[in-house]
């Protein structure tokens, strides 16, 4: 379940009894404030139309502030080198024959393609692939623009600087190399064969998540149902180190600009997320409450 929400929701969690994903910091000799937005990695961006007051506070910034910059023209090709396993080596190095065909199996129902033809990529890159199409299937989604690209996008657009708080090399190493080749492989055999199981934590992850229930997705985000999912050690690298690194860049980042944050929610709960490491900071951060929305225009 915990890397399920990790991939899916990025959830939040709430230190009100009311729902949040958008949040506005302020204080500590700030002079504008800026706003922070807990993303869902795979929803597509005209959720948005539910959040009120998020296209307002976007609009009022001047930097938008991303995990990486997304859109950017060296990306596909950095994803590319650091999915590839070592030379020399094929997925069959790493697993069993059962293994083999059970991986095969299901990447050639649900992606369509034979193991053969991916055989050269890192298990985690597949067990990528497989969870973004497997998404789709399950919620029957198009193919649409996510809402962490589309901020950028539009950014672009609107010609306001875009920062990245992490390299995409720095983000590709932490997803690629730092989990050793086993334990990928274990992550992605664990997760087919629950299958059935993750239909329904993928429904019931995306009910909580439109419904608003922050509350909810974080008690379930520190559950650890099976061995897919992240253990602690994992969970500390991909979240917790990760957050200790970006609080140290976003104060000066806010202190010139007013900043649109957008991060996965996940990054912003519990006591070692993003919200409370600012209010430790000396920052006053408090839910957006508005009435209306009004969309991005480019």
């Given at each position: ?6 991939l ?37 961006a005209?959720?948005?139309?539910s959040?009120?007051g ?36 094929t ?24 193991l053969s ?7 985690y890159?597949l067990?990528?692939?497989y ?6 299937n ?19 657009d ?10 995409i ?11 050793d ?5 274990q992550m992605?055999?664990?997760?087919i064969r629950?299958k ?6 993928v ?5 909580l ?18 061995i897919?999912?992240f ?6 690298m ?11 860049q ?41 009435s ?7």
């Amino acid at each position: 379940m915990k890397r399920l929400i990790y991939l899916f929701i990025f959830t939040v969690t709430t230190f009100t009894a009311q729902a949040q994903l958008l949040w506005k910091v302020s204080g500590n000799n700030l002079k504008k404030p800026s706003y922070i937005f807990g993303t869902h990695h795979l929803i597509p961006a005209s959720y948005l139309d539910s959040i009120p007051g998020v296209y307002k506070c976007f609009n009022s910034c001047d930097v938008i502030v991303g995990e990486i910059i997304i859109n950017s023209v060296d990306a596909g090709d950095a994803i590319l080198k650091k999915a590839l396993l070592p030379k020399d080596k094929t997925i069959r190095d790493f697993v069993t024959d059962e293994e083999y065909k059970l991986i095969d199996n299901e990447l050639s129902n649900v992606l369509k393609i034979k193991l053969s033809k991916l055989s050269t990529l890192k298990p985690y890159y597949l067990l990528m692939m497989y969870e973004l199409e497997f998404y789709k299937n399950v919620m029957k989604s198009k193919d649409e623009i996510q809402i962490d690209s589309y901020f950028q996008l539009v950014a672009n657009d609107k010609n306001k600087k875009v920062v990245g708080l992490e390299t995409i090399d720095k983000q590709l190493e932490l997803l690629y190399d730092s989990i050793d080749l086993n334990r990928q492989v274990q992550m992605l055999v664990e997760t087919i064969r629950n299958k059935d199981i993750n239909q329904k934590d993928v429904l019931l992850l995306e009910k909580l998540y439109k419904a608003g229930d922050l509350d909810g997705l974080f008690a379930l985000s520190g559950k650890e149902n099976n061995i897919s999912d992240f253990n602690p050690a994992e969970y500390r690298m991909l979240v917790d180190d990760r957050n200790a690194n970006w609080i140290n860049q976003l104060p000066l980042l806010m202190k010139k600009n007013s900043c649109f944050i957008a991060v996965g929610a996940m990054h912003l709960a519990g006591d070692k997320g993003i919200l409370q490491l600012l209010r430790k900071a000396g920052y006053v951060v408090k839910p957006v409450e508005e009435s209306k929305n009004k969309k991005l225009k480019k």
